[in-house]
């Protein structure tokens, strides 16, 4: 017992931060690709006695029908049932048992699956991640038990949370082309729809290992590592099965998209998304500075004059997602009590503006940059993160040494450049704007329409 509660500890140290020196030091690693299609990446850090193990699956929502969505997260979820040699309800046991903690995450880009443990345990996860590979269970009673965790989730998070259908409604809204336009969740009644055969169908497509990427980072050997790699994974078979890619080309927009969604909420919220280069274009970097600026602690822009000086809204923020095609930069607010999502939508389009106009100041920038830099470092002062960040390197742009050269993306970024994106992207003709409104509010509106003389 005594053991493991030190491997806890170290465990935890291990996400936990690293002296900054070393942070900031060239992350070194080996990569290769065996006989089978699967790419390898090896990080090698002696620091703590803990070892990260993942795999990251180049499948996400974007790569499903569009009368299946939901179905790469569904998986996500269905291969932690077992396998031929793990009993159904043991994988996650296993782990915890060895004193380490597992989890799973789907993006619309990707999946990605992980272990971090004591790094003798090394072993355990490489053969569990290749019976998850190889040998998954995927029968009728897993498929039936995961769509009710499934459906579960979706109402827990989505359906009776307050703004839970946010997100669905600015991706629905935002695209008309693209396979972005539905989010991970996907739709319950498809997967009430599938088949076994379906589903069969999807891992022996997409759950190949020339279609994934494994990144080992932490307290390894590497020689030894190679040969437990060889051991669990040399023998599986390439798929044979072509991995489909969508083709489909989001067309540019012309004219300012306008939506209102009423929900069981008690204050209406605002969102402002507006279409962006894909991860790793130079203006990618300037645009996720730029929402940084407008949110990104007290005194970004939007927390100090909308929400602090005007008290227009009791939350302001501004995200970009890096997706592997085009995404989106969305802007959004929590109106105050008695401001309307009209008036909210003018104090967060008014520092748009501003921006567009005034650009941004010297000790802006600074902390822009400072900002950028911490982050980045943070994220790779963890063996997770390392693997994560080396793991998406490789699947979206096929290059993991970029973990070496991002910062020098943000750090080539100016003043100008970030005036410049502004007036660019964040146009009218490019913004989706959703009013999401009180369901009180819906009949107001309603009989409004209907009798439009009546005040």
Partial sequence: MRRKALYSLFLGASLLAAPLQKAEAKINFTQYTL??????????????????VSLMYHVGSKNEHPERTGFAHFFEHLLFEGSENIQRGEFMKLVQSAG?????????????????????????????????MLHAKIDEVGVETQRKVVKEEKKQRYDNT??????????????????????????????????????????????????AVMVIAGDINEAKTKELIKKYYGDIPKGTKAIPRP???????????????????????????????????????????????????????????????????????????GNEEPGLAIMLGIANMGVSADDLEKSLLAEIEKLKKDGITDEE??????????????????????????????????????????????????????KRVANKYFTKENRLVVHYLPKSEENKSTESANNPGKK
């Fill in 365 to 418: 920038y600074k902390k822009l940059q400072n900002q950028a830099e911490n982050d980045f470092v943070e994220q790779n002062q963890k063996v997770l993160g390392i693997a994560n960040n080396l793991a998406t390197y490789y699947t979206y742009m096929g290059d993991a040494n970029l973990i070496n050269t991002e910062l020098d993306r943000y750090r080539k970024v100016t003043k100008e450049d970030i």
């Fill in 35 to 52: 006989p089978n299609g699967l790419h390898v990446i090896l990080h090698e850090d002696h620091s703590t006695p803990i070892v990260a």
């Fill in 247 to 321: 083709t489909a080309v989001e067309p540019k927009q012309t004219a300012e998209k306008r939506v209102k969604f009423y929900d069981n909420v008690q204050l209406p919220g605002v969102v402002l998304a507006y279409h962006m280069p894909k991860l790793g274009e130079h203006d990618y970097y300037a645009i996720q500075l730029l929402t940084q600026l407008m949110s990104k602690g007290k005194s970004s822009r939007f927390e100090r004059e909308v929400v602090d000086k005007q008290e227009k809204a009791i939350q302001a923020a501004a995200f970009d997602l």
């Fill in 162 to 211: 307050p703004y839970g259908q946010l997100i669905n409604v600015i991706f629905e809204n935002g695209y008309t082309t693209y396979p972005y336009k539905w989010s991970p969740i996907g739709k319950e009644q498809y997967i009430d729809k599938a088949t076994l055969d379906e589903f069969m169908e999807f891992y022996k497509t997409f759950y190949v290992p020339n279609n």
């Fill in 100 to 132: 380490g903690q597992l989890n799973a995450n789907t993006t619309q880009d990707r999946t990605f699956y992980y272990e971090v443990l004591p790094s003798n345990q090394l072993e355990l996860a490489l053969w569990m991640e290749s019976e998850r």
